[in-house]
Each structure stands twice: as C-alpha cells, then as structure tokens.
C-alpha cells in the first residue's frame, strides 16, 4: 500500500525511537510537524497499524506485531504528509478557584508570585494542541508560553479530579482522580469527560480554553437527570456472594483511542484471560472476571461451565438439594465417554451438555455436597451452586471464565474495567448479578490445559526481557547496567496502572545524561517509565497514554502476562533482550534473546 510520494527537501523525516518490538515514535521535533504527521497516519495508517497518538513533539504509532511494526517503520522514509489546516475548534471557559497545593511553589519557580501566575494563566488564550493521559485530558498550549515549570520530582499517587495544573509549557485539567505529576495551582467543577455526552470531552483539539478566576465554584442541578432504569433480573447468570479484594470484569480492551485518552486496559494477563475462554469454549475476546488475590464467591442461575487460569488458586463448590436439580450422567457414545464440549451424536454440545459432561471429565466430587473444582480445566456450575475461591497461592490475578461469556453493557465498544479512568462496569460488588451471554455456537468446551503463563512462587526472583529504548540515550551508560544488575522489589502501591519498586536502600538508582523536562508522550504497555526518584514504574493495562518521564526500556510482549503476576515483595530481575544490540541505537530492534527465543 502506498502512503505517499519522495519526502520534500526541506523537511527532514522524523527519527525513529523505538518503543518495544511493536511500536515506535517518530521524533518530529515540534507541534506542527506532530500535526501534520499524525493527520496522516490516522488518514493513511500502516498496514497492521493499530493506534496513532500525537504528543508535544513525537507521534507514537503502535502495531498488531513486531513484523508490521519493523515494516512500518521502514516505510516511513517514503511518506510526505500533506500541509494540515487544522481544525476550528469552540471557545470553552472554565471556572478556577487558585488554591492548589503547588501554587506557591509555581510563584517561587516563576518569579511571578502567587497574583502573578493567576493573572499570566487567565490572560492567555490556551488552544487545546492534542489529546492523551486520561479520557477528557487535553493539553493546552498558549502564545509565548507565560507559565513555563517543571513537573514534580515524584509524581502524586492521587490527584484529584477538576485539578488544574501545570507542566512544561502545558496547562491542563485531571478529568478524573488519576496518578500525576504536575504542578497544582487550582481546582474545577467542569464536567470534562462525560461519557453519556456527545460528544464526551469538553476540551477538543482545536478549541480554545479561557480560565476564569472564581472564589467559589458553583454546581448547577440537572433537572433533567433521568435515573436509570433498573434492569430486569438474569435468568442465565452468576450472583456475586463476596468479591474478594478486588475482582473486575475485563476482556481485550480498548485499543485505537488513544488521541481521546482512552487507555486500552483490558485482561491485565492476556494470556490468561484467553486461555480460560478457550478452556470453556469462548472467542478470546469475552468478558471474562479478574480476581486480584482471590476470595471470589459467585451462586449460579443456571447450568454454567467456568475455567480458572493464571494465578493458581484453588476452590470448593458447594450445593443445597433444594437448589440443585437431578442430573443426567454424562452423554455417551457407542465407543464410551463422549469428549468434553461433545454432544452424544459427535456435533458441539449445548451448555448443559457441556457442563454434564465437563463435570465428568474433571470430576473431583466426593461423597456429600462439596467438591473441589479444576485449575486451566472446565468444571460444571450447576443451578443454586456456590463457587469459593481460596486465596491464590502464588501470583496476583486470576482469570475466570464462564461459557458464553458475561454479557454487561459495552463502554466505548468494550466491556473492560479501566481502574485510571474509571471507564467501564464498576469493581463487582456483593449482590451483583452478572448475565452470561448465551453459549457460541459451534463452539466446543476445551481439554484441560498446562497454565500458559509460569507464575512465580513466593520467594521466586523474576526475570523479564526489555528492549532498551525509546529515551534509553537520555539515561547515563551507567544506568542501563543498574536497571539490569539490581534485584527490584515490588512495592505495595502497585495496581493495574503499573508496578511500582521500593526504593532501593543501597547502591544507585537509575541517573539522567540530560536533566532538562521531556515533553509529553506516547507510552505503550510494559514502558518503564523513570521518574526524577530514579525509581522506574512498569506500565500495564490501565496506564496513560501520555506520560513526562522519559522510559529506559520496554518489556517484551511475551513477558507482560508474567509482569501482571507480580505480587508485592517479589524481587524482580531485567534482562535486555537481544545481546547483541546495541542499547542506545535507535535501529530496529532484535526480535529475539541471545538464545534465539522470539519475544
């Protein structure tokens, strides 16, 4: 496929910073060029391309694989985006009362003080110059730049939503409580993502953005707020009896809205997720739940068929006579025991016969009304039965899914729980009915399976592989041999936005070659992000989008079901992937180990 004519001799073609083995930013050195590139690409994508995200000065482009990526990035010489005119954006204006925690820091740093920087961020007329971070983020631009301050050596684990903050040469607005790092001068009532307005920003690229200095923000009633209407109870569903610590509901996620903040979440381990719905006879893509460290309690509605996988835990199920009906035995062909997921004439079975017969084939049940249930194996859920699930014994996540799928309304084409954003269903509660989705047709209950992914025991010290790159040069030669030759521990603060270390008690931590502020950009899954602590954080599903801080490297693809088993206190080794490479070339990367092994 063509994606343009010879590039013009008077605009160099953007460098290419590789992030990972499946995407790569182009370095396009200023906001026009940013425009002018990512309008194209989102007219005129790669093959295999899968999501286009513009940033102050660099377009991260991100593929299905590491092949379209390497061929990506091989076309990009012969591409001449063409001239854009942008868009004419509305003129939105947004109360601020000034009394954010960093306002006097902001005065010190500008010289301006506290008066001074409320009159140089009303006075200027901020143009909203590109999306990311969080849904309903926009990053704000004004002529002459009036307020130019760094961000904060460490970023806030919380803050709060309406925050009104500054970064670099941007301002901007936490459309919901987040993870961050700028600085906070005030605080807003405005509404800025709303997912049940169209369209749902308030802030667009291209429109203009007046701040307005207020003592006191004032929230209007909606009289025409409809309550929503309460949905008629599930026949065919599980009931939540104990949640456990936290367990969401997830499935593939959302890619290919990055430019409106929209992480892709999603299964924290992939991997696992797929795996239980191919155990129970589902596409991939069904919503499946995660359970962070077990203690899950569902009753069913129904006859049911659940898989478990990722972290290995273990369960009961447990009956009363009263809810549980008389079952037939297992279907049966002439040559004896039909096969899981068949029906007795050999065609695809039914749920119920799917669940008779998987009951069957990993059948653990002693005498009474207990029994215990498989792991990466189908077991039948019949009618009034209670799963339990005991604590995982090793890992973070598990991954269960039921046949057909859970059926909850879909958020911006996916049913994923996003915990940054708040997008999606919300953690399941107790007395949550989840309605399953009627069984796939054709589709044929699977045989017990080894786990995909080798979760750690207790004490186990991990190793993941990570491609050095995109801002490895902006690291001193040093750093890359302390990101490898240090044990990290994993902190407790960690959560599905991304795994956080302790801070090392001795030795170095990761130093910067240049001290000077990055400006934002695209980051993708397994980024290591490395903050002025010099502490990196691994990026996972629910990350931004955009970060400030430059990223070291990026875990390999294959090595991120691994990285989302990472419970608190596990020592954590890295292992630059590909020995030959050379760290700091921003070349193609080797797409396998010193051993030959693909990642």
Not at 272 to 294: K, P
Not at 470 to 476: A, G, K, N
Not at 521 to 547: C, I
Not at 566 to 594: E, K, W
């Amino acid at each position: 496929m063509s994606t343009g004519s010879s590039p013009s001799q008077d605009r160099p073609v953007p460098a290419v910073r590789w992030a990972g083995t499946e995407a790569f930013l182009l370095d396009c050195g200023s906001l026009p060029e940013v425009v002018r590139w990512h309008a194209h690409l989102a007219a005129h994508p790669f093959p295999g391309q899968v999501d286009v995200l513009a940033a102050a000065t660099t377009v991260l482009v991100s593929f299905a694989s590491a092949r379209t990526a390497r061929a990506g990035a091989s076309a990009v010489g012969s591409v001449t985006p063409a001239e854009s005119a942008g868009e004419q954006g509305r003129t939105v204006e947004i109360p601020v009362v000034y009394d954010g925690e960093d306002l006097a820091e902001v005065a010190r740093l500008t010289g301006l003080g506290e008066r001074g920087v409320v009159e140089a961020h009303t006075g200027a007329l901020w143009t909203a110059a590109f999306g990311g971070f969080a849904p309903g983020f926009a990053y704000l631009v004004a002529d002459g730049d009036p307020l130019d301050v760094p961000r904060r050596d460490s970023p806030r684990t919380a803050v709060p939503a309406g925050s009104v903050a500054l970064a670099g040469t941007f301002s901007a607005v936490y459309p919901r409580s987040s993870p961050g790092g700028w600085q906070l001068i005030g605080r807003t009532n405005a509404v800025l993502w709303d997912e049940k307005r169209e369209p749902p920003a308030l802030i667009r690229p291209g429109d203009t953005v007046r701040y307005r200095a207020v003592r006191e923000l004032v929230t209007v009633a909606d009289d025409d707020a409809v309550a929503p209407a309460r949905p008629s109870p599930a026949v065919h569903a599980l009931v939540v009896e104990e949640p456990g610590m936290q367990t969401l509901v997830q499935d593939l996620g959302r890619p290919g809205l990055g430019d409106l903040g929209v992480p892709s979440s999603g299964a924290a381990d992939r991997a696992s997720a797929a795996q239980a719905n191919r155990l129970v006879g589902n596409e991939a893509s069904a919503a499946v739940l995660e359970v962070t460290l077990g203690g899950l309690s569902v009753t069913a509605r129904g006859h049911h068929v659940l898989a478990l996988a990722g972290a290995p835990v273990t369960g009961t199920i447990t009956r009363s006579e009263e809810a549980s009906p008389a079952r037939p035995g297992p279907s049966t062909t002439a040559a004896g025991t039909a096969g899981p997921g068949t029906a007795a004439d050999g065609g695809p079975a039914t749920v119920e016969e799917a669940a008779q017969e998987t009951a069957s084939v990993a059948e653990t049940e002693p005498t009474g009304h207990v029994r215990n249930v498989p792991f990466c194996a189908p077991f039948a859920l019949y009618d009034g039965e209670r799963l339990r699930l005991d604590s995982a014994s090793r890992g973070l996540r598990c991954c269960v899914a039921v046949r057909g799928g859970l059926d909850l309304p879909e958020v911006l084409g996916s049913r994923s729980t996003d915990v940054l954003s708040g997008t999606g269903p919300d953690p399941v509660a107790t007395g949550d009915v989840l309605p399953v989705r009627p069984a796939p047709e054709g589709r044929a209950v699977g045989e017990p399976e080894p786990p995909e992914v080798d979760v750690p025991a207790r004490g186990e010290t991990v190793t993941l592989r990570v491609a050095p790159g995109p801002r490895d040069d902006w690291f001193t030669p040093e750093s890359l041999t302390t990101l490898t030759a240090r044990t990290w521990r994993v902190a407790t603060n960690s959560n599905r936005v991304g795994v956080r270390f302790e801070e090392p008690r001795d030795g170095p931590v990761l130093e910067r070659a240049r001290t000077e502020e990055l400006a934002s950009e695209g980051v993708v899954t397994g980024s290591l992000q490395v903050p002025h602590s010099g502490v990196p954080v691994l990026f996972l599903a629910d990350h931004p989008v955009t970060g400030g801080y430059p990223v070291i490297g990026v875990v390999v693809p294959r090595d991120l079901a691994l990285a989302a088993q990472l419970a608190p206190g596990t020592d954590v080794r890295f292992h630059v992937a590909g020995a030959g490479r050379t760290p700091r070339s921003q070349a193609t990367p080797d797409q396998t180990t010193s051993t030959g092994e693909s990642v």
